[in-house]
């Protein structure tokens, strides 16, 4: 392996100077501003530190990957031109040249070594799902690098999509200094000016960029989680495009004459996920607020009439306005691992009650459900529907939402009983989200890292081992089929619906909706230019 001599120095003087300058040069214009609305804030500016979609989405605009992963989940080249399988573990990627820093210091194999491991070895193991395969990153010269991995990795290219790559000279740089902005130095479209936790992240154009300028000489990042707000600001010309345009305010966009909605199809699966590890669970008690005495969420049959017992077309006619499509498993027929085996639980309100008493809870229990506020599409008001149906099934349902903030960690962390979540399938394919949410939790082999509901089964763990280590795509969906039967067949899960992405914007504006609902500021086009 080649030893390179680290050789950047950030001068963040220079680089405030240089922010300063562009915001008062006559390349801001107004038609170069560019004000987005997001739906959720993000909660670190690091970008291996909390993966997440807004994070994510945040980040792509500072730093580059070296796949660049496309809006229909097509991999393309970006800081890797070309890529080779040399054998079943190693994989050779070709280093795009000429690629510059945002401190003008040149891009090479160590950056893209000290990245993959950070993202690997960072304590917060927010991307264990992408690199847990990842044995060692080698610099065979300057401009190529040798990715070994622990066996075959089929998704290897997906995963290396979502890991940002940061400049070696801040391998060790603590969250704060990328908070802050000394440490955010990238080869992204876009140059960090300032981050303002819960409020907004201002961005200048990368006029050196390698893919050329985006049309946006200053971006801003709003968070605006309150869909009120993120309305009242579009309507009043605050925000030139919003996201997950609230359903209240789709007619009064489309009304008006200097704005227009934008909609496309997404993977993002919505569900409800439940506490199947604990023996007594903390939201969950008998109705006159005493111990239970079990965990009713480990019996199957109880799992089920909670699905049964949720109207899920009432729930995306009238609360999402038809802004998605029932989900009844991970992918949607055509996708990979889709199973025509999987039971399409109906709507069955006497049903789930029959299924609660053969159960031992013919008079049901109480519990509290919990939801985030401004992160997924109408996502405190689907919680509350799904309280009020639950309690025509006789189970006692109250509600507790919080700030995506607040909320993100715990439900992560398993503290909830029933808990809404969500994943973005970008992979398009079953393994992707069943290793995050389905996999028993395993820190060492990046498994599980987001399985809130400490579901640990293992037929399923085995399945998705074997998947995950299979190379041939006939073979792969095949255990992907079963890993679908075995996951919503026991309902391990309780899928809501398969979001639409709704934005709304300014008559301007160009964009084509991203499976991954990512809302990127350099894929967005000024269409009077």
Request: proline letters at 5%.
């Amino acid at each position: 392996m080649t030893t390179y001599v680290t050789r950047r120095s950030f001068h963040a003087s220079v680089m405030a100077l240089l922010a300063a300058t562009a915001f008062c040069s006559p390349a801001f214009a107004q038609e170069a501003e560019l004000r987005i609305g997001m739906a959720s804030p993000i909660t670190s500016l690091d970008p291996h530190e909390d993966s997440n979609s807004p994070n994510n989405a945040t980040s792509r605009h500072i730093w580059d990957s070296l796949i660049n992963r496309g809006g229909s989940a097509e991999n393309k080249p970006q800081l890797a031109t070309e890529w080779e399988i040399v054998d079943d573990t190693h994989w050779r990627f070709t280093l795009r040249e000429g690629v510059k820093f945002h401190d003008g210091s040149a891009f090479d194999a160590e950056d893209v070594v000290a990245s993959l491991i950070r993202a690997r070895d960072k304590e917060s193991q927010a991307f264990a799902s992408y690199t847990r395969t990842i044995k060692s990153v080698t610099a065979e010269d300057a401009h190529t690098v040798v990715v070994e991995t622990t066996g075959p990795d089929p998704l290897i290219l997906n995963s290396l999509s979502r890991i940002r790559i940061i400049s070696s000279e801040f391998a060790d740089a603590p969250v704060t200094d990328f908070e802050n902005g000394p440490a955010a130095v990238g080869t992204g479209p876009f140059k960090l000016v300032s981050y303002k936790p819960g409020d907004r992240v201002e961005l200048v154009r990368n006029e050196e960029y390698f893919d050329g300028p985006a049309d946006w000489s200053k971006v801003t990042l709003r968070q605006v989680p309150d869909e009120g707000g993120r309305l009242a600001s579009l309507l009043a010309g605050d925000l030139d495009v919003i996201e997950a345009l609230p359903a209240e305010g789709v007619d009064r966009v489309e009304g008006n004459s200097n704005l227009k909605v934008i909609r496309g199809k997404a993977t993002r699966i919505v569900y409800l996920g439940m506490d199947v590890a604990r023996d007594e669970t903390p939201f969950v008690t008998a109705k006159d607020g005493s111990p239970l005495g079990a965990n009713p969420f480990k019996d199957a049959r109880v799992r089920k009439a909670l699905l049964m017992g949720m109207n899920r077309e009432a729930i995306v006619d009238r609360v999402m306005s038809k802004n998605g499509t029932v989900a009844h498993q991970f992918v949607a027929e055509g996708f990979f691992g889709h199973s025509d085996d999987v039971e399409e639980v109906p709507y069955d309100v006497e049903g789930a009650k029959a299924l609660l008493a053969e159960a031992g809870y013919p008079d049901g229990f109480a519990l509290t459900i919990h939801g985030p506020s401004g992160r997924y599409l109408n996502d405190s008001e689907i919680v509350q529907a799904a309280a009020q149906m639950l309690t025509r099934i006789g189970i006692d349902t109250k509600v507790e939402v919080l700030p995506w903030s607040v909320y993100s960690s715990k439900y992560s962390d398993g503290e909830y009983s029933l808990f809404l979540g969500s994943w973005g399938v970008n992979t398009g394919e079953v393994s992707n989200p069943a290793i995050a949410i389905v996999a028993g939790g395993d820190a060492e082999k990046g498994l599980g890292r987001y399985n809130g509901g400490g579901i640990d089964v293992p037929e399923i763990n085995a399945l998705i081992e074997k998947a995950a280590s299979t190379l041939e795509d006939g073979e792969r969906e095949e255990i992907q089929r079963e890993l679908s039967n075995l996951i919503f067949n026991e309902t391990w899960l309780l899928p809501m619906h398969n979001e639409s992405v709704v934005l709304g914007v300014k008559k301007n504006i160009d964009f084509a909706p991203r499976a991954d609902t990512y809302t990127l500021a350099y894929e967005i086009h000024d269409n009077t230019k």
